[in-house]
Protein backbone atom coordinates (compact mmCIF):
# COMPACT_ATOMS: atom_id res chain seq x y z
CA UNK A 1 0.00 0.00 0.00
CA UNK A 2 2.99 2.37 0.73
CA UNK A 3 4.74 1.10 -2.31
CA UNK A 4 1.04 2.28 -4.47
CA UNK A 5 0.85 5.38 -3.08
CA UNK A 6 4.88 6.44 -3.23
CA UNK A 7 3.70 5.63 -7.17
CA UNK A 8 1.21 8.10 -7.31
CA UNK A 9 2.60 10.46 -5.59
CA UNK A 10 5.32 10.53 -7.95
CA UNK A 11 3.27 10.97 -11.12
CA UNK A 12 1.79 14.04 -9.27
CA UNK A 13 3.09 17.55 -10.25
CA UNK A 14 2.56 20.80 -8.04
CA UNK A 15 1.12 24.28 -9.74
CA UNK A 16 3.67 26.44 -10.29
CA UNK A 17 4.53 29.98 -8.21
CA UNK A 18 2.29 32.62 -10.32
CA UNK A 19 -0.66 29.94 -10.33
CA UNK A 20 -0.12 29.64 -6.43
CA UNK A 21 0.26 33.47 -5.57
CA UNK A 22 -3.06 33.91 -7.70
CA UNK A 23 -5.04 31.33 -6.20
CA UNK A 24 -4.25 32.22 -2.66
CA UNK A 25 -4.72 35.76 -3.20
CA UNK A 26 -8.20 35.49 -4.54
CA UNK A 27 -8.86 33.14 -1.79
CA UNK A 28 -8.44 35.14 0.87
CA UNK A 29 -9.85 38.03 -1.07
CA UNK A 30 -12.78 35.60 -1.47
CA UNK A 31 -13.36 34.79 1.85
CA UNK A 32 -12.51 38.30 3.22
CA UNK A 33 -15.66 39.56 1.17
CA UNK A 34 -17.61 36.18 1.97
CA UNK A 35 -17.22 38.10 5.44
CA UNK A 36 -17.78 41.52 5.09
CA UNK A 37 -20.71 40.73 3.06
CA UNK A 38 -22.40 38.47 5.97
CA UNK A 39 -21.62 41.80 8.22
CA UNK A 40 -23.22 44.22 5.90
CA UNK A 41 -26.59 42.23 6.81
CA UNK A 42 -26.26 44.59 9.88
CA UNK A 43 -25.59 48.03 8.42
CA UNK A 44 -28.29 49.45 10.15
CA UNK A 45 -26.75 49.54 13.31
CA UNK A 46 -23.31 51.15 11.57
CA UNK A 47 -22.17 54.18 11.97
CA UNK A 48 -22.47 56.31 8.97
CA UNK A 49 -18.81 56.37 8.40
CA UNK A 50 -18.04 52.98 9.00
CA UNK A 51 -21.20 52.23 6.62
CA UNK A 52 -19.80 54.01 3.70
CA UNK A 53 -15.90 52.30 4.77
CA UNK A 54 -17.65 49.01 4.90
CA UNK A 55 -19.06 49.22 1.56
CA UNK A 56 -16.07 50.97 -0.01
CA UNK A 57 -13.78 48.52 0.55
CA UNK A 58 -16.28 45.85 -0.37
CA UNK A 59 -16.56 47.23 -3.68
CA UNK A 60 -12.44 47.52 -3.77
CA UNK A 61 -11.98 43.76 -2.79
CA UNK A 62 -14.79 42.88 -5.32
CA UNK A 63 -13.09 44.86 -7.91
CA UNK A 64 -9.42 43.15 -7.17
CA UNK A 65 -11.19 39.82 -7.55
CA UNK A 66 -12.11 40.25 -10.72
CA UNK A 67 -8.82 41.89 -12.01
CA UNK A 68 -7.07 39.48 -10.29
CA UNK A 69 -9.07 36.35 -12.51
CA UNK A 70 -8.41 38.04 -15.81
CA UNK A 71 -4.67 37.37 -14.55
CA UNK A 72 -5.55 34.24 -13.51
CA UNK A 73 -7.38 33.42 -16.84
CA UNK A 74 -4.12 35.03 -18.91
CA UNK A 75 -2.04 33.28 -16.69
CA UNK A 76 -3.83 29.86 -17.28
CA UNK A 77 -3.76 29.86 -20.62
CA UNK A 78 -0.08 29.69 -21.12
CA UNK A 79 0.45 27.57 -17.90
CA UNK A 80 -1.92 24.30 -17.78
CA UNK A 81 -3.05 22.96 -14.44
CA UNK A 82 -0.97 20.05 -14.26
CA UNK A 83 -2.34 16.67 -14.02
CA UNK A 84 -4.71 15.63 -11.55
CA UNK A 85 -4.01 12.89 -8.80
CA UNK A 86 -5.98 9.62 -10.33
CA UNK A 87 -9.77 8.89 -9.46
CA UNK A 88 -12.39 7.94 -10.01
CA UNK A 89 -14.23 9.25 -13.76
CA UNK A 90 -17.33 10.69 -11.46
CA UNK A 91 -15.35 12.54 -9.57
CA UNK A 92 -13.06 13.58 -12.37
CA UNK A 93 -16.10 15.08 -14.01
CA UNK A 94 -17.21 16.54 -10.38
CA UNK A 95 -13.72 17.92 -9.75
CA UNK A 96 -13.60 19.81 -13.21
CA UNK A 97 -17.83 21.05 -12.92
CA UNK A 98 -16.78 22.83 -9.36
CA UNK A 99 -13.51 24.26 -11.00
CA UNK A 100 -15.22 25.68 -14.27
CA UNK A 101 -18.30 26.49 -11.99
CA UNK A 102 -15.29 28.63 -9.78
CA UNK A 103 -14.19 30.46 -12.86
CA UNK A 104 -17.52 31.62 -13.69
CA UNK A 105 -18.18 33.00 -10.50
CA UNK A 106 -15.09 34.46 -9.65
CA UNK A 107 -16.23 36.96 -12.95
CA UNK A 108 -20.04 36.89 -12.05
CA UNK A 109 -19.99 37.52 -8.58
CA UNK A 110 -17.86 40.79 -8.82
CA UNK A 111 -19.81 41.80 -12.07
CA UNK A 112 -23.37 41.32 -10.07
CA UNK A 113 -22.02 43.73 -7.63
CA UNK A 114 -20.97 45.74 -10.24
CA UNK A 115 -23.96 45.63 -11.83
CA UNK A 116 -25.95 46.60 -8.12
CA UNK A 117 -23.98 49.51 -7.76
CA UNK A 118 -24.69 50.79 -11.27
CA UNK A 119 -28.43 50.52 -11.47
CA UNK A 120 -28.99 51.61 -7.94
CA UNK A 121 -30.84 54.77 -7.09
CA UNK A 122 -29.00 55.47 -4.59
CA UNK A 123 -25.73 56.38 -6.28
CA UNK A 124 -23.23 55.63 -3.99
CA UNK A 125 -19.91 56.35 -5.50
CA UNK A 126 -17.42 53.62 -5.51
CA UNK A 127 -13.83 55.22 -4.41
CA UNK A 128 -11.15 52.42 -4.20
CA UNK A 129 -9.63 52.63 -1.43
CA UNK A 130 -11.50 55.16 -0.05
CA UNK A 131 -9.71 57.43 -2.34
CA UNK A 132 -11.07 60.50 -4.06
CA UNK A 133 -8.71 60.13 -6.85
CA UNK A 134 -9.58 56.18 -7.42
CA UNK A 135 -12.97 56.68 -8.55
CA UNK A 136 -14.70 53.82 -10.22
CA UNK A 137 -17.73 54.28 -12.89
CA UNK A 138 -21.00 52.36 -13.36
CA UNK A 139 -21.59 50.16 -15.87
CA UNK A 140 -23.72 51.58 -19.01
CA UNK A 141 -27.15 50.13 -18.27
CA UNK A 142 -30.13 49.63 -20.50
CA UNK A 143 -33.23 51.46 -19.92
CA UNK A 144 -34.82 48.05 -18.54
CA UNK A 145 -31.83 47.82 -15.92
CA UNK A 146 -31.79 51.56 -14.95
CA UNK A 147 -33.95 51.42 -11.68
CA UNK A 148 -34.92 50.23 -8.60
CA UNK A 149 -36.24 46.76 -10.41
CA UNK A 150 -32.89 46.59 -12.06
CA UNK A 151 -31.54 47.06 -8.81
CA UNK A 152 -33.62 44.49 -7.03
CA UNK A 153 -32.85 42.02 -9.50
CA UNK A 154 -28.96 42.93 -9.33
CA UNK A 155 -29.26 42.33 -5.71
CA UNK A 156 -30.51 39.06 -5.22
CA UNK A 157 -28.16 37.77 -8.23
CA UNK A 158 -25.38 38.96 -6.07
CA UNK A 159 -26.34 37.36 -3.02
CA UNK A 160 -27.55 33.90 -4.29
CA UNK A 161 -24.29 33.81 -6.35
CA UNK A 162 -22.32 34.52 -3.12
CA UNK A 163 -24.11 31.47 -1.29
CA UNK A 164 -23.00 29.37 -4.24
CA UNK A 165 -19.35 30.46 -3.80
CA UNK A 166 -19.92 29.51 -0.20
CA UNK A 167 -21.20 25.72 -1.69
CA UNK A 168 -18.56 25.13 -4.06
CA UNK A 169 -15.71 26.49 -1.29
CA UNK A 170 -17.21 23.54 0.71
CA UNK A 171 -17.35 20.88 -1.65
CA UNK A 172 -13.45 22.15 -2.64
CA UNK A 173 -12.43 21.29 0.42
CA UNK A 174 -14.15 18.59 1.03
CA UNK A 175 -12.68 16.61 -2.58
CA UNK A 176 -9.04 18.40 -1.33
CA UNK A 177 -9.63 16.22 2.23
CA UNK A 178 -10.89 13.12 0.60
CA UNK A 179 -8.09 13.18 -1.38
CA UNK A 180 -5.35 14.07 1.24
CA UNK A 181 -7.15 11.51 4.16
CA UNK A 182 -8.63 9.11 2.73
CA UNK A 183 -7.07 7.94 -1.09
CA UNK A 184 -3.57 8.77 0.63
CA UNK A 185 -2.94 11.61 -2.49
CA UNK A 186 -1.34 14.38 -2.43
CA UNK A 187 -4.39 17.54 -2.82
CA UNK A 188 -3.60 20.45 -0.75
CA UNK A 189 0.31 20.33 -1.25
CA UNK A 190 -0.23 20.74 -5.02
CA UNK A 191 -1.71 24.14 -4.46
CA UNK A 192 1.27 24.24 -1.29
CA UNK A 193 4.53 26.92 -1.83
CA UNK A 194 6.09 23.67 0.60
CA UNK A 195 6.55 20.08 0.15
CA UNK A 196 8.85 17.75 -2.41
CA UNK A 197 6.39 17.50 -5.38
CA UNK A 198 7.59 18.50 -8.69
CA UNK A 199 6.23 21.82 -9.88
CA UNK A 200 5.11 22.29 -13.61
CA UNK A 201 7.40 24.16 -15.39
CA UNK A 202 6.66 28.13 -15.71
CA UNK A 203 5.97 30.21 -19.32
CA UNK A 204 6.93 33.60 -18.28
CA UNK A 205 5.12 35.26 -21.44
CA UNK A 206 2.22 34.96 -19.30
CA UNK A 207 3.55 37.73 -16.71
CA UNK A 208 3.28 40.83 -19.03
CA UNK A 209 0.56 39.58 -20.46
CA UNK A 210 -1.28 39.07 -17.03
CA UNK A 211 -0.11 42.09 -15.89
CA UNK A 212 -1.40 44.15 -18.78
CA UNK A 213 -4.79 42.93 -18.61
CA UNK A 214 -4.71 44.06 -14.62
CA UNK A 215 -3.38 47.09 -15.52
CA UNK A 216 -6.18 48.06 -18.31
CA UNK A 217 -8.97 46.91 -16.82
CA UNK A 218 -7.88 49.18 -13.34
CA UNK A 219 -6.43 52.09 -15.07
CA UNK A 220 -8.85 52.20 -18.01
CA UNK A 221 -11.78 51.88 -15.40
CA UNK A 222 -9.76 54.80 -12.92
CA UNK A 223 -9.65 57.06 -16.03
CA UNK A 224 -13.67 56.60 -16.93
CA UNK A 225 -14.53 57.38 -13.57
CA UNK A 226 -12.55 60.70 -12.94
CA UNK A 227 -14.22 61.48 -16.63
CA UNK A 228 -17.80 60.77 -14.88
CA UNK A 229 -16.42 62.85 -11.93
CA UNK A 230 -15.33 65.59 -13.53
CA UNK A 231 -14.02 68.81 -13.01
CA UNK A 232 -14.70 71.49 -10.36
CA UNK A 233 -16.29 74.27 -11.72
CA UNK A 234 -14.66 77.51 -12.10
CA UNK A 235 -15.72 80.24 -10.09
CA UNK A 236 -17.24 82.77 -12.34
CA UNK A 237 -16.83 86.44 -11.97
CA UNK A 238 -19.14 88.07 -9.44
CA UNK A 239 -22.61 89.68 -11.03
CA UNK A 240 -22.61 92.97 -11.73
CA UNK A 241 -23.30 94.95 -8.30
CA UNK A 242 -26.99 96.74 -8.10
CA UNK A 243 -25.34 100.54 -7.35
CA UNK A 244 -26.13 102.25 -4.99
CA UNK A 245 -29.47 102.47 -4.54
CA UNK A 246 -29.33 99.25 -2.93
CA UNK A 247 -27.80 101.09 0.51
CA UNK A 248 -24.65 99.34 0.26
CA UNK A 249 -22.19 98.05 -2.17
CA UNK A 250 -20.43 94.82 -1.56
CA UNK A 251 -16.65 94.26 -1.61
CA UNK A 252 -16.79 91.13 -3.72
CA UNK A 253 -13.08 90.31 -2.32
CA UNK A 254 -13.63 90.30 1.32
CA UNK A 255 -17.06 88.64 0.48
CA UNK A 256 -17.83 85.03 0.94
CA UNK A 257 -20.75 82.24 0.54
CA UNK A 258 -20.29 78.89 1.30
CA UNK A 259 -21.74 76.32 2.79
CA UNK A 260 -21.06 72.23 4.31
CA UNK A 261 -22.93 69.14 3.96
CA UNK A 262 -22.42 65.74 5.74
CA UNK A 263 -21.80 63.03 3.69
CA UNK A 264 -21.43 59.14 4.97
CA UNK A 265 -20.44 60.79 8.29
CA UNK A 266 -18.05 63.34 6.55
CA UNK A 267 -18.65 67.07 6.33
CA UNK A 268 -17.89 68.23 2.98
CA UNK A 269 -17.49 72.14 2.68
CA UNK A 270 -18.33 73.70 -1.10
CA UNK A 271 -18.54 77.54 -2.53
CA UNK A 272 -20.89 79.84 -4.51
CA UNK A 273 -18.33 81.63 -7.09
CA UNK A 274 -21.22 83.77 -8.80
CA UNK A 275 -23.48 85.76 -6.54
CA UNK A 276 -24.58 89.46 -5.93
CA UNK A 277 -26.81 90.89 -3.09
CA UNK A 278 -28.62 93.75 -2.92
CA UNK A 279 -28.83 95.56 0.68
CA UNK A 280 -30.82 98.25 2.22
CA UNK A 281 -30.44 97.84 6.13
CA UNK A 282 -29.84 100.24 8.69
CA UNK A 283 -30.24 99.21 12.76
CA UNK A 284 -32.20 102.31 13.19
CA UNK A 285 -35.16 101.63 10.70
CA UNK A 286 -35.37 97.69 10.70
CA UNK A 287 -38.62 98.11 9.40
CA UNK A 288 -37.14 99.58 5.58
CA UNK A 289 -34.81 96.90 5.48
CA UNK A 290 -34.52 94.46 2.63
CA UNK A 291 -31.91 91.80 1.14
CA UNK A 292 -32.35 90.15 -2.24
CA UNK A 293 -29.36 87.76 -2.93
CA UNK A 294 -28.88 86.23 -6.75
CA UNK A 295 -27.15 82.98 -7.00
CA UNK A 296 -25.38 81.72 -10.02
CA UNK A 297 -26.18 77.91 -9.81
CA UNK A 298 -23.44 77.15 -12.37
CA UNK A 299 -20.79 78.82 -10.16
CA UNK A 300 -21.57 76.32 -7.08
CA UNK A 301 -18.99 74.03 -6.04
CA UNK A 302 -18.25 71.52 -3.86
CA UNK A 303 -14.68 69.50 -3.12
CA UNK A 304 -16.52 66.29 -2.70
CA UNK A 305 -15.94 64.46 -6.45
CA UNK A 306 -19.18 62.28 -6.57
CA UNK A 307 -21.13 65.10 -5.20
CA UNK A 308 -19.60 67.17 -7.91
CA UNK A 309 -20.84 65.18 -10.53
CA UNK A 310 -24.28 65.07 -9.42
CA UNK A 311 -24.66 68.75 -8.43
CA UNK A 312 -25.39 70.68 -12.01
CA UNK A 313 -27.95 67.62 -13.23
CA UNK A 314 -31.35 67.02 -12.76
CA UNK A 315 -31.27 65.81 -9.14
CA UNK A 316 -29.40 68.34 -8.26
CA UNK A 317 -29.57 72.21 -8.75
CA UNK A 318 -30.38 71.64 -12.29
CA UNK A 319 -28.42 74.66 -13.83
CA UNK A 320 -29.60 74.04 -17.44
CA UNK A 321 -33.40 74.64 -16.53
CA UNK A 322 -32.62 76.94 -13.82
CA UNK A 323 -29.54 79.15 -14.04
CA UNK A 324 -29.76 81.12 -11.07
CA UNK A 325 -31.41 80.51 -7.07
CA UNK A 326 -32.39 83.85 -5.33
CA UNK A 327 -32.98 84.82 -1.52
CA UNK A 328 -35.44 87.36 -0.92
CA UNK A 329 -35.21 88.39 2.44
CA UNK A 330 -38.18 91.59 3.89
CA UNK A 331 -38.63 91.25 8.08
CA UNK A 332 -35.19 92.03 10.27
CA UNK A 333 -35.68 92.02 13.75
CA UNK A 334 -33.02 92.30 16.80
CA UNK A 335 -32.12 89.62 18.76
CA UNK A 336 -29.91 89.16 21.69
CA UNK A 337 -27.40 87.77 19.61
CA UNK A 338 -27.55 90.30 16.93
CA UNK A 339 -30.41 90.32 13.79
CA UNK A 340 -32.68 87.84 12.43
CA UNK A 341 -33.87 88.25 8.20
CA UNK A 342 -36.77 86.32 7.80
CA UNK A 343 -37.72 85.62 3.81
CA UNK A 344 -37.90 83.26 0.97
CA UNK A 345 -35.80 81.12 -0.75
CA UNK A 346 -36.15 79.89 -4.55
CA UNK A 347 -33.92 76.69 -5.80
CA UNK A 348 -35.23 75.62 -9.11
CA UNK A 349 -38.88 75.72 -9.11
CA UNK A 350 -39.25 75.41 -5.12
CA UNK A 351 -39.81 78.61 -2.54
CA UNK A 352 -40.10 78.32 0.98
CA UNK A 353 -39.05 80.27 4.12
CA UNK A 354 -35.65 80.85 5.09
CA UNK A 355 -34.13 82.25 8.52
CA UNK A 356 -31.07 84.03 8.56
CA UNK A 357 -29.71 85.13 12.09
CA UNK A 358 -26.70 87.29 11.40
CA UNK A 359 -24.34 89.85 13.18
CA UNK A 360 -23.62 93.52 12.20
CA UNK A 361 -20.71 95.71 12.92
CA UNK A 362 -20.00 99.53 10.66
CA UNK A 363 -16.59 101.06 11.59
CA UNK A 364 -16.34 104.77 11.73
CA UNK A 365 -15.07 104.46 7.76
CA UNK A 366 -18.63 103.54 6.80
CA UNK A 367 -17.53 99.81 6.31
CA UNK A 368 -19.90 97.38 7.37
CA UNK A 369 -19.08 93.61 8.08
CA UNK A 370 -22.05 91.16 8.01
CA UNK A 371 -21.24 87.44 9.24
CA UNK A 372 -24.25 84.76 9.83
CA UNK A 373 -25.61 81.07 8.90
CA UNK A 374 -28.47 79.54 7.78
CA UNK A 375 -29.91 75.72 7.47
CA UNK A 376 -31.74 74.06 4.93
CA UNK A 377 -33.41 71.27 4.02
CA UNK A 378 -32.25 69.90 1.10
CA UNK A 379 -35.02 67.52 0.17
CA UNK A 380 -37.50 70.19 0.36
CA UNK A 381 -35.97 71.93 -2.04
CA UNK A 382 -35.90 68.20 -4.15
CA UNK A 383 -32.09 68.10 -4.54
CA UNK A 384 -30.40 64.72 -4.20
CA UNK A 385 -33.76 63.19 -4.60
CA UNK A 386 -33.25 60.39 -6.73
CA UNK A 387 -29.60 59.90 -5.31
CA UNK A 388 -30.69 59.30 -1.79
CA UNK A 389 -34.26 60.47 -0.67
CA UNK A 390 -34.19 59.05 2.73
CA UNK A 391 -30.90 60.93 4.03
CA UNK A 392 -29.19 57.64 4.35
CA UNK A 393 -25.64 58.74 2.58
CA UNK A 394 -26.46 62.39 2.29
CA UNK A 395 -27.24 64.41 5.58
CA UNK A 396 -30.60 66.32 4.33
CA UNK A 397 -29.26 69.87 6.15
CA UNK A 398 -27.02 71.97 4.18
CA UNK A 399 -25.18 74.69 6.60
CA UNK A 400 -25.08 77.97 4.90
CA UNK A 401 -22.67 80.28 5.90
CA UNK A 402 -21.39 83.74 4.54
CA UNK A 403 -19.26 86.87 5.37
CA UNK A 404 -19.58 90.44 3.49
CA UNK A 405 -17.77 93.27 3.92
CA UNK A 406 -19.83 96.19 2.81
CA UNK A 407 -19.24 99.95 2.28
CA UNK A 408 -22.57 102.27 2.95
CA UNK A 409 -22.99 103.90 -0.03
Known amino acids: MTSSASARHGRVEGYNAGAMALHWAIAAAILFQLVLGFAMSRLDVMPDALRFAVFQWHKTVGISVLALTLARIAWRLFN ?24 ALMVLVPLSGWLLVSASPTKIPTLLMLSDSLPWPNLPLPVALAGPGGADLAETTHIWLAYSFVVLI ?53 LIGRGEAG ?55 LSAARADIVVETASVSIEDSFIRSNLAGPDGLDTAAFPRAEIHLNAFSKTPEGYLAKGMLRIKAVEAPIEVPFTFAEDAAGIATVSGRAAIDRLSYKLGIENDAKGEWLAPAIAIDFTLSAKRT
Open 80 to 103: PAPAAPPSAPAERLLAGLVHVLFY
Open 170 to 222: ALHVAGALKHSLIDDAPSFSRMMPVGRLPRTSTALVALPIAATAVALFLGGGV
Open 231 to 285: GAPADAAKLEQAGAASGWTIDPAASKLFYAVTFSGKTIAGAVGNWNAAVVFDPAD
